[in-house]
């Protein structure tokens, strides 16, 4: 007895895996997050049963699965992005597994990625940042002291916060207490990938006035760091001519 939760990447149905893409199309019953989920990937399966997780609490999402697996039927619980990212499967594996059904992940595309590509940067930018720092800012869900935003802002390399567009002028004000210059460069992705797709791009001094003015709330990214606008930066010792070894590819 197996549920298979699988990353359905960030919005654009075609950025999903191959393997995401057969279990799908096998599926007798999908759990979608509903609020979330480009809905065209749910055509790749018109005969599934299929239930909006957005309007379930976690017994009832945990009770429809167990069912249908008893039932020997194939069931796939489709998050939005990677399901290791702000996913909450954490709970939804130990009740699962209490009941001794056994839980696949499928990796999927986050939005982190999307996003980064739509921006043409990178986020590991040689001489500028080499660290990638994933957060959100302090809402209902408690973060850890060492962990809040104005404790990473410290280090100051490329930092990528989730849900955090309605907290903007919170989340700028902790940057900055943290040690970025109001200077820094700063991006918000809504909707990576969806054709709704819109980018955002300001310093930290003026993004929340920029974000606000375009409406932004919700399902966005904000990336913040000089990777964005690098001022220099080295080339990569990878393709150097001078540079011999067996990682080059």
Do not use: C
């Not at 096998?26 to 239930?51: R, T």
């Not at 039932?71 to 992005?81: A, M, P, Q, S």
């Amino acid at each position: 007895m197996k549920v298979y939760i699988v990353g359905a990447g960030p919005g654009d149905k075609e950025l999903i895996t191959l393997k995401a893409l057969k279990l799908i199309k096998e599926a007798d019953v999908i759990v979608y997050a509903g609020s979330l989920i480009n809905k065209e990937i749910l055509n790749y399966n018109e005969k599934a049963e299929k239930y909006d997780s957005s309007r379930l609490n976690l017994e009832e999402i945990i009770n429809i699965m167990v069912d249908a697996v008893k039932k020997g039927k194939k069931v796939v619980r489709l998050h939005t992005g990677d399901p290791s990212i702000y996913g909450a499967i954490k709970e939804q594996i130990d009740e699962l597994e209490k009941r001794g059904i056994e839980v696949e992940i499928i990796p999927g595309v986050s939005s982190l990625f999307a996003a980064a590509a739509s921006l043409k940067v990178e986020l590991t930018l040689p001489d500028v940042s080499q660290t990638v720092i994933i957060t959100r800012p302090e809402g209902r869900t408690k973060v850890p002291e060492k962990e809040k935003i104005k404790e990473l802002a410290k280090h100051r390399s490329t930092m990528v916060i989730f849900l955090g567009a309605s907290l903007i002028d919170k989340v700028v004000n902790e940057l900055i207490e943290g040690g970025y210059p109001e200077e820094t460069p700063v991006a918000v992705v809504y909707k990576a990938s969806w054709p709704e797709e819109k980018i955002v791009r300001g310093t930290l001094k003026d993004i929340a006035e920029k974000v606000k003015r375009e409406n932004i709330e919700r399902t966005a990214l904000i990336i913040v760091g000089d990777i964005l606008e690098p001022k220099k930066y080295s080339y990569s010792k990878l393709y150097d001519k001078e540079f011999k070894h067996s990682y080059r590819g």
